[in-house]
T-cell receptor, first 116, second 115 residues
Framework: AQTVTQSQPEMSVQEAETVTLSCTYDTSESDYYLFWYKQPPSRQMILVIR??????QNATENRFSVNFQKAAKSFSLKISDSQLGDAAMYFC?????????????FGTGTLLAVQP | KAGVTQTPRYLIKTRGQQVTLSCSPI?????VSWYQQTPGQGLQFLFE???????NKGNFPGRFSGRQFSNSRSEMNVSTLELGDSALYLC??????????????FGSGTQLSVL
């Protein structure tokens, strides 16, 4: 069975600084997707970034980038130039490639606080 | 385009009652997934519907059920409510095409409190 682990329940960063959130996962599959979702107080889950396991290049979306280490089964999120609006719960998620399902397996989340 | 709409936003029920939650996906989306979010168990997959058929199910008791209508709107039902069913229930929609890394769009959830 696939599992996703986020070992940092809470993190804090100063505005304009950089922070890295950690995620590890376990799977015996070779093709899969990894995601980072953000959940602000509004409760709506918002996709931050996604990575296909078959791509060696790390995904980047503006201030957000990932460090994907397939052999180590590690998928960390780096937030550069942190902004107050980045404060939220961040979830790492896994989805199997292919198949007829959109089932996501989530980690337990990291609560990020941004200090002004 | 309107986003994913979940109703109601908040719900209070008592043990033993049943409840129905509704989810209207983004127009044109045919896949609807449901997740339960609790402080103790985190986010857990309940089930997914595509074109009115359930195509995947999580490890939840039979008290949790769902359905999807021809307009892709989905409902989930929980019968004989227990205190542990108190949670935020999130719905997500997508076009449902596979295989793809398509984006899931989430609603703001229904917060269910069981007293």
């Amino acid at each position: 069975a696939q599992t996703v682990t986020q070992s940092q329940p809470e993190m804090s960063v100063q505005e304009a600084e950089t922070v890295t959130l950690s995620c590890t996962y376990d799977t015996s599959e070779s093709d899969y997707y990894l995601f980072w979702y953000k959940q602000p107080p509004s409760r709506q889950m918002i996709l931050v970034i996604r990575q296909e396991a078959y791509k060696q290049q790390n995904a980047t979306e503006n201030r957000f980038s990932v460090n994907f280490q397939k052999a180590a089964k590690s998928f960390s999120l780096k937030i550069s130039d942190s902004q107050l609006g980045d404060a939220a719960m961040y979830f790492c998620a896994y989805r199997l490639y292919g198949g007829a399902t959109n089932k996501l397996i989530f980690g337990t989340g990291t609560l990020l606080a941004v200090q002004p | 385009k309107a986003g994913v709409t979940q109703t109601p936003r908040y719900l209070i029920k008592t043990r033993g009652q049943q409840v129905t939650l509704s989810c209207s996906p983004i127009s044109g989306h045919r896949s609807v997934s449901w997740y339960q979010q609790t402080p103790g168990q985190g986010l857990q997959f309940l089930f997914e519907y595509f074109s009115e058929t359930q195509r995947n199910k999580g490890n939840f008791p039979g008290r949790f059920s769902g359905r999807q209508f021809s307009n892709s709107r989905s409902e989930m039902n929980v019968s004989t409510l227990e205190l542990g069913d108190s949670a935020l229930y999130l719905c997500a929609s997508s076009s449902g095409r596979t295989p793809t890394n398509e984006k899931l769009f989430f609603g703001s959830g229904t917060q269910l409190s069981v007293l």
